[in-house]
């Protein structure tokens, strides 16, 4: 069902499916074009199994629109909270590009039971509050700006199960940068790296949802991730 959240004078436009038990997905979509149906062939096949999420439109984004300029990692992390005060928590939390971000850190104060990164986008420390604009920018393209990224330390003392999904082929998030992220999670309860040849970095669960060899193994994955 969709839904409208209030946040700082604006509506988040939501996509709230309860599932049939207690597991929750929060889903988090990515920066430039991303909104909440990026994650729609997920969730419809979580749902098939009862497993109910919420997804949302960042400000900037989707049917929520508004204007990015202004915000950033730590307003997109609080529209998230927003989002889950008015839904319920989540148990597992997925997040996509710059989401994948939100979703580290996020996972530090809901803690999750299990953890999906997609395409992680990670970045410095200091780029979490810098509104997005000609700063953010020249801070991020800074390089190997990430390595300087809080969500290492996070991921280190994750105890959750960590799916990390990346872009054989992505032309925006250095391979690295996944392999380190999982790599990290050395007190997860699980943990597993999908890195699919040659993939580009947009569109990339769509694409494995799509491929007959993909998505089974994409949807074990995510499956176990919930068990």
């Given at each position: 069902m969709?839904?409208e959240v209030r946040y700082a004078?604006?509506?988040?436009?939501?996509?709230?499916r309860?599932?049939d038990g207690d597991?929750?997905?929060?889903?988090?979509?990515?920066?430039?074009?991303?909104?909440l149906?990026v994650?729609?062939g997920?969730r419809?096949?979580?749902?098939q199994?009862?497993i109910?999420s919420t997804?949302?439109?960042?400000?900037?984004?989707?049917?929520?629109?508004g204007v990015k300029?202004?915000?950033?990692?730590r307003?997109r992390?609080?529209?998230?909270?927003a989002v889950i005060?008015a839904?319920?928590?989540?148990t597992a939390i997925i997040?996509a590009?710059?989401?994948?971000y939100?979703?580290?850190?996020?996972?530090e104060t809901?803690?999750p039971?299990?953890?999906?990164?997609v395409v992680?986008g990670?970045?410095?420390?200091d780029?979490?509050?810098?509104?997005?604009?000609?700063?953010?920018?020249a801070l991020i393209?800074?390089p190997?700006?990430?390595?300087?990224?809080?969500?290492w330390?996070i991921?280190?003392?994750?105890?959750?199960r960590l799916?990390?999904?990346?872009?054989?082929?992505?032309?925006v998030v250095?391979?690295?940068?996944?392999?380190?992220?999982?790599?990290?999670?050395v007190?997860a309860q699980?943990r597993?790296?999908?890195?699919?040849?040659?993939a580009p970095?947009?569109?990339l669960?769509?694409?494995?949802?799509?491929?007959?060899?993909?998505r089974p193994?994409?949807?074990?994955r995510l499956?176990h991730?919930?068990?």
């Amino acid at each position: 069902m969709s839904i409208e959240v209030r946040y700082a004078g604006q509506r988040l436009h939501v996509d709230h499916r309860p599932g049939d038990g207690d597991a929750h997905l929060l889903a988090i979509h990515g920066a430039g074009d991303g909104h909440l149906g990026v994650f729609a062939g997920v969730r419809q096949a979580l749902w098939q199994r009862g497993i109910g999420s919420t997804a949302f439109d960042c400000i900037g984004h989707g049917v929520t629109g508004g204007v990015k300029q202004g915000s950033s990692l730590r307003e997109r992390e609080a529209q998230a909270r927003a989002v889950i005060e008015a839904t319920r928590r989540p148990t597992a939390i997925i997040g996509a590009s710059m989401g994948a971000y939100n979703a580290v850190r996020l996972s530090e104060t809901c803690q999750p039971s299990a953890l999906v990164l997609v395409v992680p986008g990670i970045y410095h420390a200091d780029a979490h509050a810098v509104p997005f604009g000609p700063a953010f920018s020249a801070l991020i393209r800074q390089p190997r700006s990430w390595d300087g990224s809080d969500a290492w330390g996070i991921l280190s003392r994750y105890r959750g199960r960590l799916l990390v999904i990346a872009a054989g082929g992505d032309e925006v998030v250095p391979l690295e940068i996944p392999r380190r992220l999982y790599d990290e999670a050395v007190n997860a309860q699980w943990r597993s790296l999908l890195v699919v040849p040659g993939a580009p970095h947009k569109g990339l669960l769509e694409r494995m949802l799509g491929d007959r060899e993909w998505r089974p193994r994409l949807l074990e994955r995510l499956f176990h991730a919930f068990d």
